[in-house]
């Protein structure tokens, strides 16, 4: 069990595998770790209870990767993007304030809070088919819940976890998405689920 | 225009280009392509209008891709599976049965359409997490609309296309999900929106 990082403590759980297919040395987790370097373990695999996000470098950097509860039995498996290859996760944490039921978020066209928008409260694999206009979203206030937003259609490419609870919900840019954040391209989102 | 393969008449439209990024040659296309060589072009990357599947092989052959409505401007963009790599769409043509709000399924622990059963009729980007007890579906009985079944959470990995309007709606064994099926291992699945 390690615990770097203590968050509230919930049903989490999060077992690692330092092969493929569930091999090797394991490591159980139910709270944020850092750097999962300094547990002598690079693999993340097996996802048992509610959602993590995993990320391609230590302190939650880098690439993002919504887990949810499954088993993943190689880097493939969880990995969103071929663009920009990476094989492994450095860290994760718990997402505690995902609540699919409840989950509300306001798109705007641009950054900052400006231009036309849009309340959602359901999944997007097309956000053009639905209506959007185009291929960008400026910016994002989270309501309620938990969100993953992804570069392309079919939630495909980058993926961006927005939070209720982190940033007070407000993504007012891209850079505001996380650390690999390079355009204000999104063409399909959804809720994440409890 | 190619018209391959006529398909009934819809809205459908979907255009490729030979180059990354929408440059180069470009084709448009209103039906099915069983061969896109034939046409000289060998990337599909802008989907205007409602709901295709792309196929790894001609003829409608080997992994699957749902594209929806939006931009694919190079392979990463579309391809699902990175454990298997693949870098261009060879075949692809309408889903014509996708009906997003009336989409029904049944699913079967075994093949045959026999042990449990769990009629669905939303997306679920964890079987496990919404009461499923292992990953794997043994056999699916698809009552309206179109689904796409993905090996892994959070829908990664191979993809499956399933429609009411092919098998007469009936997937009694993975050998019917389509010749990339190697396992009956599905850990999400989603209904497709038209």
């Known amino acids: 069990m390690a615990l770097n990082n203590p968050t509230p403590l919930g049903p989490w759980k999060i077992t690692a595998y330092d092969q493929e297919n569930f091999q090797g040395k394991r490591l159980e987790f139910t709270s944020a770790c850092q750097n999962i370097m300094e547990c002598s373990i ?19 950097c880098g ?4 887990l949810e509860r499954g088993e993943y ?7 969103g993007s071929n663009a920009y290859h990476i094989e492994r996760m450095m860290s994760f944490r718990p997402i505690c304030s995902a609540n ?28 053009q088919a639905m209506g959007w206009s185009n291929n960008e979203i400026g910016s994002m206030q989270v309501q309620s ?8 259609p079919g939630y495909r490419g980058y993926q961006y976890i927005m939070e209720c609870d982190r940033h007070g919900g407000e993504y007012k ?10 355009s204000f391209q999104v063409q399909s989102l959804r809720r994440i689920q409890q």
């Open 42 to 60: 690079d693999n993340i695999l097996r996802q048992k209870q509610e959602i993590w996000a995993g990320y391609e470098h230590s302190s939650f």
């Open 63 to 66: 690439q993002q990767f919504v």
């Open 73 to 79: 039995p190689h880097w493939e498996s969880w990995s």
């Open 100 to 127: 699919h039921k409840e989950s509300k978020m306001v798109l705007f066209e641009r950054e900052n809070f400006i231009g036309r928008q849009w309340e959602i409260n359901d999944d997007y694999p097309s956000l």
């Open 145 to 152: 819940g938990a969100w993953v937003c992804y570069q392309f």
């Open 173 to 182: 840019h891209y850079r505001e998405w996380g650390s690999h954040a390079q």
